[in-house]
């Protein structure tokens, strides 16, 4: 076994403060007093943001006494780069959350937490080697001390991992190791590409604990994930794609593995394409989802017997789309979560009917996780707008949730922007739509406020009433922000989500707008101060904005797509495009992807513009982001383009995060004379420099 050296990262279970305690450090190094809520409060501004703690991937222990779970935070030290780091925690699942204790303190950020199946072992992924050959792999520790030791050494390093139900053999994900002479053209720059050729598949592995012995059970050509051992080990249920190409994230199909011969056939004979399939605790049974491809299609639940046989969907009845299966301990009902207007509420699927009940009803998210072997406690995470993602516990009934941490009790101290749903009419054809209202801190009804249009991306997506960052600063500096989920957005079924084909840029365009107009005539949101910024498909929407009207003071587009002829081509999710577009490339329907492309009227655009982009974006590649900047450059239309370096699709490095929020604040703080009051001023000034 290699040990890590403590110094790299070691077991703090004596040494670790609690979650509530580790929470008010930063509190007392604080000199300076800031800006204050009419009722004393702080301001939420962005070092606030970037202090909040991320909490996710709750594991129970076997026993279901304690539960493990991640916890991401940014590591902000002066004069070096700034990081995100996670780590390991344990809490009592009945105890009080200031008995939640930190397992680990890595340099590295740890992943995949697994309990052997004895309890007595936790497991986890994390980086080994150097800086340019780092390589994730397994690393075991004692859940009552003791230092982690690294486990695996598989050769290309370690995707995902789950213990043998013996506990004795690890269950791998992982590309199969280059070969020598593969290893030699590398080292000597000999590294020609040839696109859509020698793709790297995942394949399934066995490593024996004991003797640290490896073994590939899986080959062909396709790619596997997501596999999870039948409750004797006998067999293997995992997730396929022809390729591991973005593109091809849709086309699952769900296998079953003999272990002992090798051999696999498929959970079900059906053109659709199936996945997560997860066994009930008697083996009998296995529940899967089924999808029919296009992302705005209902993602369904079925059953059927491990032993093979007819399957029997679940979710009769059921319009909305079916999260991970969570079987209960009795095997009567299957579990899960699913998005709902602005909330995702946990289901139960009656087996034996088919038939689906609401569990819940609360404003927030609430994700289910696991169920106690015994049947009586769920466990999850859950989040509203006040609160960021913390674990929760329950029974079956879900009458009401215990939260098992609060990493982020700090955020008393805190004003906070309230929030709620509203709902309008849309001058397209009157259809009844929705979206989240932030309302600034000390909002008074009486006035009227700075206001700030975000539509969400996807557009396959919606916006929820989670703790969300960019809401609180926006409303800690005097803004009225509306996220409408127009039609296209998910929560409302299968026709509601589809309602934007062929269509991008009309009806979700007007319904993004009578949900302005609504704002303007309740008297909430100023008509002389209005602004708009998103990202993606987002990005997409204010870029059209900026072509098709001239209401707005100042917008800004992030990672938008202004030219869809070219972005088929650039993208790394070609058939999803074509899903919007009559199922067809632009060269085979030039005329839809022309008028749907903000380009086309690029010539209309006088509103200043921010435009920001990560320059390593392969979802939205930055020549988007180029063609509409020289546009309007060359047009002189007020414009200023910011590009992140390093930063793909989504942000990931705590500067940038920050650079983008408080460009936002400076950006409309002067177009819409709302100047920040959370940010240092040096930062305002330096940005407002930069102003176009």
């Known amino acids: 076994m290699i040990h890590l050296k403590p110094a790299a990262c070691v077991l703090s279970i004596l040494l670790a403060a609690s979650a509530a305690a580790m929470a008010q450090e930063p509190n007392e190094k604080q000199t300076a007093p800031g800006p204050r809520s009419k009722d004393g409060k702080k301001l939420f501004g962005t070092m606030e943001a970037l202090r909040v703690a991320r909490v996710f991937s709750p594991r129970l222990s076997p026993d279901g006494s304690r539960i493990a779970y991640l916890v991401a935070e940014n590591k902000m030290e002066k004069d070096k780069p700034w990081k995100s780091v996670t780590q390991l925690w344990m809490a009592p699942t009945n105890g009080p959350a200031s008995a939640s204790r930190q397992y680990t303190r890595c340099e590295e950020s740890v992943s995949d937490v697994r309990w052997s199946p004895d309890g007595k072992l936790l497991g986890f992924l994390m980086n080994v080697g ?124 769900a296998w079953v593995l003999d272990v002992a011969s090798g051999k696999q056939r498929k959970l079900a004979e059906t053109a659709d394409f199936t996945h997560t399939a997860r066994w009930s605790a008697d083996g009998k049974w296995i529940a899967y989802l089924v999808s029919r491809g296009a992302p705005f299609n209902q993602t369904t639940l079925f059953v059927t017997s491990a032993a093979g046989g007819k399957e029997r969907k679940l979710t009769n009845g059921f319009e909305l789309n079916a999260g991970d299966p969570v079987w209960g301990a009795d095997g009567k009902d299957v579990y899960f979560s699913s998005n709902s207007r602005e909330s995702v509420e946990i289901f139960a699927a009656d087996v034996a009917s088919g038939t689906v009940r609401q569990l819940t009803e609360r404003p927030g998210a609430i994700s289910l996780s696991e169920i106690s072997a015994n049947g009586q406690t769920a466990m999850g995470t859950w989040s509203d707008p006040e609160h960021p993602a913390e674990v929760f516990r329950s029974d079956l009934k879900f009458g009401g949730i215990q939260p098992v941490t609060n990493h982020n009790a700090w955020l008393a101290e805190y004003a906070l922007g309230g929030t709620e749903v509203a709902k309008w009419k849309s001058s397209k054809d009157g259809m009844e739509i929705d979206g989240i209202v932030t309302k600034p801190v000390d909002f008074d009804a009486s006035r009227k406020y700075p206001f700030l249009l975000n539509p969400h991306g996807g557009p396959t997506g919606a916006s929820l009433l ?227």
Do not use: C
């Open 130 to 253: 150097d800086e340019k050959d780092k390589k994730q792999q397994v690393w075991f520790m004692y859940v009552d001390g003791g230092e982690p030791w690294q486990v695996t050494k598989h050769k290309s390093g370690v995707r995902s991992f789950e213990f043998s139900p013996d506990g004795k053999t690890l269950l791998l994900v992982a590309t199969e190791p280059e070969s020598e002479n593969q290893e030699k053209r590398a080292k000597n720059k000999d590294d020609a590409e040839v696109v859509d050729h020698d793709l790297k598949m995942a394949r399934l592995w066995t490593w024996d604990i004991a003797s640290s012995q490896e073994k590939q059970m899986t080959n062909g050509d396709f790619t596997a994930s997501d596999p999870r051992w039948s409750p004797d080990g006998t067999h293997i249920t995992f997730t396929s794609n022809p390729t591991p190409r973005q593109d091809d994230g849709s086309l699952q199909t």
């Open 466 to 692: 989670t703790f969300n960052s960019t809401e609180q600063i926006l409303a800690a500096n005097g803004y009225l922000l509306l996220e409408p989920n127009f039609r296209g957005s998910t929560g409302r079924g299968e026709r509601f989500a589809s309602a934007n084909q062929n269509d991008w840029g009309n009806g979700d365009y007007k319904d993004d707008m009578s949900g302005v107009q609504a704002m303007v005539d309740k008297g909430w949101a100023d008509a002389e101060r209005l602004g708009a910024f998103g990202w993606s498909y987002g990005g997409y929407m204010t870029l059209w904005i900026d072509t098709q009207t001239d209401k707005f003071k100042a917008i800004s587009p992030g990672a938008g797509l202004p030219d869809l002829y070219s972005m088929y081509s650039q993208t790394d999710i070609h058939r999803y495009m074509t899903m919007f577009f009559d199922m067809k490339a632009p060269w085979d329907n030039f005329q839809e992807y022309w008028d749907h492309s903000p380009m086309k009227y690029v010539e209309n655009v006088k509103t200043p513009t921010m435009i920001l982009h990560g320059q390593a974006d392969t979802r939205v590649p930055i020549p988007q982001a180029e063609e509409f900047y020289r546009a309007l450059y060359e047009r002189h239309v007020p414009v200023e383009y910011v590009v992140y370096p390093r930063e793909n699709h989504g942000f990931v490095e705590p500067r940038h995060i920050q650079d983008r929020w408080q460009r936002y604040l400076v950006f409309f703080g002067k177009y819409l004379n709302n100047p920040a009051k959370t940010e240092p001023k040096d930062a305002v000034e330096r940005l407002s420099k930069d102003l176009p």
